[in-house]
């Protein structure tokens, strides 16, 4: 049973316009949210997070916004560039006394055209 | 620096030998992880190292042992692996291993088994 879900395998953008990814997820113990970027034949690279506390978090050219009455939570890549063509993974984490587990989403892959 | 490093970056072993592979990271993170990713799926969890000591065993074969010699560096010990076995093997390390801190991860070692 997936904890962590996105919906959508892949997604196309022009440049320029917006990218928006997301991600759903079941377990309400889930504090702590994770966006990485994954390209081929490398491991994934941390973009950007945000804490149950709060429901946005922005970071130059990403925001991601939480929703926590819908277990839902969006990236969104403002303006798209053919460099972030990539595959996305969401990730969730809580912490289970021994330690931070993280679970990984099965992974959006972006393209974003030229 | 926000490098963690692998090696090897391939590995092909026979079922009947046994092999190591190696992480390190000088950010000065006290948790390190080791992570399996089989192609078009999100990395699962195997291990979590907090403090050097062993935290988080997901429930993984025996024929997988971890190690963690100093806080700077992680080993995988592979001993009579099964074809199923071969994937991306990703480490990744965050500064402490409670909630709120995100993971930079390696490159990876791609690891066949034949």
């Known amino acids: 049973d997936q904890q962590v879900k996105q919906n959508s395998p892949s997604l196309s953008v022009q440049e320029g316009r917006i990218s928006i990814l997301n991600c759903d997820y079941t377990n309400s113990m889930f504090d702590y949210f994770l966006w990485y970027k994954k390209y081929p034949a490398e491991g994934p690279t941390f973009l950007i997070s945000?804490?149950?506390?709060?429901d946005k978090n922005e970071d130059g050219r990403f925001t991601v916004f939480l929703n926590k009455s819908a277990k839902h939570l969006s990236l969104h890549i403002v303006p798209s560039q053919p460099g972030d063509s990539a595959v996305y993974f969401c990730?969730?984490?809580?912490?289970?006394?021994?330690?931070?587990?993280?679970?990984f989403g099965p992974g959006t892959r972006l393209s974003v055209l030229p | 620096d926000t490098e963690v490093t692998q090696t090897p970056k391939h590995l092909v072993m026979g079922m009947t030998n046994k092999k190591s592979l190696k992480c390190e990271q000088h950010m000065g993170h006290r948790a390190m992880y080791w992570y399996k990713q089989k192609a078009k799926k999100p990395p699962e969890l195997m291990f979590v190292?907090?403090?050097?000591?062993?935290?988080i065993n997901e429930s993984v074969p025996s024929r997988f042992s971890p190690e963690c010699p100093n806080s700077s560096l992680l080993n995988l010990h592979l001993h009579a692996l099964q074809p199923e076995d071969s994937a991306l093997y990703l480490c990744?390390?965050?500064?402490?291993?409670?909630?709120?801190?995100?993971?930079?991860f390696g490159p990876g070692t791609r690891l066949t088994v034949t």
């Open positions: 990730a969730a984490s809580e912490w289970g006394g021994y330690g931070q587990n993280f679970v």
């Open positions: 190292y907090s403090y050097e000591k062993l935290s």
């Open positions: 990744a390390s965050s500064q402490a291993a409670t909630s709120g801190y995100e993971q930079y």
């Open positions: 945000i804490s149950s506390i709060k």
